[in-house]
């Protein structure tokens, strides 16, 4: 392992970014480059917090795995026009391609059938907003300053609210429960 992050730490070096690695069987993070980015810094979570609205539309029942979206590159939603990242857009798309196309227009579509308070109540349930179990020393939280605010789950559903801010070190403790099939664990730096 030493040689494998020996080669992390100088590609990093390079770059302006972090790397956290878990070792899931053991539940504990093997690499940790860069730190002060990885713990204490946050930022607009972006495309991977489609990954709670999925959970979120799926465990409200609002929507099921062959759910289709057509993408046109753009769409309307509570009298505001929303954009694909796609100009074109993506077609007929489906839970699968959406996920791995990061299609906006299918998450804001989800989006319009949820209510914030169901996305919350996930991004809150992967420890957004609060310290992770890694029990890491001066980890930042992150922010989600709830609003009520209807319109603004569709800025939420694409990661992009203001009100919503997350380190890196959450978006990795996030993909190791997903990971381990959902199965919260209590990793150890």
Not at 75 to 104: M, V
Not at 131 to 147: A, D, L, S, V, Y
Request: charged letters at 25%; a neutral charge.
């Amino acid at each position: 392992m030493d040689k494998f992050s020996d080669e992390c730490e100088k590609i990093f070096s390079r770059l302006d970014g972090c790397l956290g690695v878990v070792d899931l069987s053991r539940e504990k993070i093997i690499i940790s480059i860069n730190q002060d980015l990885l713990f204490t810094k946050s930022f607009k979570p972006g495309s991977i917090f489609k990954i709670i609205t999925t959970i979120a539309a799926l465990t409200s029942g609002k929507i099921s795995q062959d759910f289709e979206v057509n993408c046109s590159g753009k769409a309307f939603f509570d009298d505001s026009e929303y954009r694909c990242w796609l100009p074109g857009g993506h077609k007929k798309i489906n839970f699968t391609k959406a996920i791995s196309q990061s299609c906006n227009i299918y998450f804001y579509t989800l989006a319009d059938r949820l209510m914030i308070e169901d996305i919350y109540k996930v991004a809150e349930s992967f420890y957004l907003g609060k310290r992770t179990p890694f029990k890491i020393m001066n980890e930042n939280p992150g922010i989600i300053k709830k609003t009520y605010i209807e319109n603004e789950r569709y800025n939420l559903a694409v990661g992009q609210s203001d009100d919503l801010l997350v380190t890196p070190v959450q978006m990795l403790y996030m993909i190791s429960v997903i990971a381990k099939r959902g199965h919260e664990i209590d990793m150890k730096n």
